[in-house]
């Protein structure tokens, strides 16, 4: 301050305020001096910075305006090209999916077409079932209604006891005999079928099982009404089995086994009984009476129609043996006119044998001389050759040729006696 005012500086503490003080005093005639000077000149100076702002604030909105242009218009075109670039991207990426997306849909296409027929097919079948389950109730309903009949009861079971027989191929009329009646003491008897053993033995079935407690438990809606119903079936069913014992089927006969078998013609009824009364297996045997379900009767009569195989089989041995016994017979007399057509063979060649040395000795040396005279035809005369073959005898072959031991066949009358029964093993 001092060195503005032309004077020396002063060094020291007091020269540094006063500097200080100077400077502040100057700085605040300035500020007056500038308050005043736009007090005066304020309205233009104003007028001046809104004109420069003004001018300033539209140059650089245009400036800023054409550079958002350009920016946008670049990021436009680069978006553009990114867009493109993504676009193609995508394609590549998307077209697989697409192709496999449309031959998914033509797929699922098919399978909608083939559901719709299948589902038709289907409501097709469902409809003709309902048809069956209805025709199948009132054939049902129809057959209950028969089976209450007895008469139509016995048809039944005789007809399934007539399909087992056929199915264990037992050929009616000649393995088994039907509805035969058989005069006894007490009245006649009429067993429903005879079945017929080798050695004339008759095993007697019976299929009159009685049906109504059964079918009153098939109609039954519950198991509390069906329950009674089947002890009932079990009642009868053992009743059934007293009457066939009380008719002694098996005393009519002399050659019957001590039993007579129960036909039941359905697996069905067969296990129901038995389900309520366990004890009619035992209860049956011991009445001699078999109960016999379609199953179970197959086998038995399967095993009978193999017993007729091997009566056969043994019938064929026996006309055999009978043939062979016969054969052997008409050899024994057929060996002598044989043995006495071979000597007379034998004479017959001694006799040739002479006439053929009498005629070489006594008529060709005649026939040479005559030839020799100048007497003959276009043919030469020729002694026959002799012959030294001899008739064979019966019986000539060799002992060791014939078997020492041959198995004996018995005759027809030792077939037909009663065998003696086998020891018990001890």
């Not at 089976?147 to 009861?153: A, G, V, Y």
């Given at each position: 301050m001092s060195r503005w005012l032309g004077q020396p500086a002063e060094k020291g503490p007091a020269m540094s305020v006063l500097s200080v003080l100077l400077l502040t005093v100057g700085l605040a005639l300035g500020a007056i001096g500038a308050v005043a000077w736009l007090r005066f000149n304020g309205d233009r100076v104003r007028d001046e910075l809104k004109a420069i702002s003004l001018d300033v604030l539209r140059q650089t909105g245009d400036s800023l305006a054409q550079r958002v242009a350009d920016t946008r218009r670049a990021e436009e075109e680069r978006a553009a090209g990114e867009m493109a670039r993504?676009?193609?991207?995508?394609?590549?990426?998307?077209?697989?999916?697409?192709?496999?997306?449309?031959?998914?849909?033509s797929e699922i296409g098919r399978l909608e077409r083939e559901r719709r027929q299948a589902q038709g097919e289907l409501a097709q079948m469902l409809r003709q079932l309902g048809d069956g389950v209805g025709t199948l109730r009132a054939e049902t309903g129809n057959l209950v209604a028969a089976?209450?009949?007895?008469?139509?009861?016995g048809s039944w079971g005789e007809i399934q006891l007539r399909n087992v027989v056929e199915m264990a191929g037992m050929v009616a009329h000649c393995d088994f005999v039907e509805q035969r009646t058989i005069a006894t003491s007490d009245g006649p008897l009429r067993p429903d079928m005879l079945v017929r053993l080798p050695g004339g033995k008759l095993v007697v079935v019976d299929s009159k099982v009685p049906l109504d407690a059964y079918l009153s438990a098939l109609e039954s809606s519950t198991e509390r009404d069906r329950e009674p119903h089947l002890a009932r079936h079990a009642r009868q069913t053992r009743e059934h089995i007293a009457k066939l014992a009380a008719k002694g089927y098996h005393g009519q006969f002399d050659c019957t086994p001590e039993f007579v078998v129960m036909f039941v013609p359905s697996d069905g009824i067969y296990q129901a009984a038995l389900a309520e009364d366990p004890a009619l297996i035992e209860y049956g045997v011991s009445q001699q009476v078999?109960?016999?379900?379609?199953?179970?009767?197959?086998g038995l009569l399967w095993a009978v129609h193999y017993g007729w195989r091997q009566e056969l089989i043994a019938q064929s041995a026996r006309e055999i043996a009978d043939a062979a016994r016969e054969l052997h017979r008409r050899l024994g007399r057929f060996v002598e006119p044989l043995g006495k057509v071979g000597r007379q063979l034998d004479s017959a060649t001694a006799a040739y044998n002479e006439a053929i040395g009498s005629f070489d000795h006594r008529v060709i040396p005649q026939v040479r001389r005559i030839e020799q005279a100048g007497v003959h035809s276009d043919r030469e005369v020729l002694a026959p050759a002799a012959t030294e073959l001899n008739a064979r005898t019966v019986g000539s072959q060799p002992a060791a040729a014939i078997p020492d031991q041959l198995p004996r066949i018995p005759d027809r009358s030792e077939a037909e006696q009663p065998r003696p029964p086998r020891a018990s093993a001890a």
């Open positions: 993504r676009t193609e991207q995508i394609k590549g990426l998307v077209a697989p999916v697409q192709e496999k997306l449309g031959r998914m849909e089976l209450k009949r007895p008469s139509t009861r078999l109960m016999a379900t379609p199953t179970t009767l197959i």
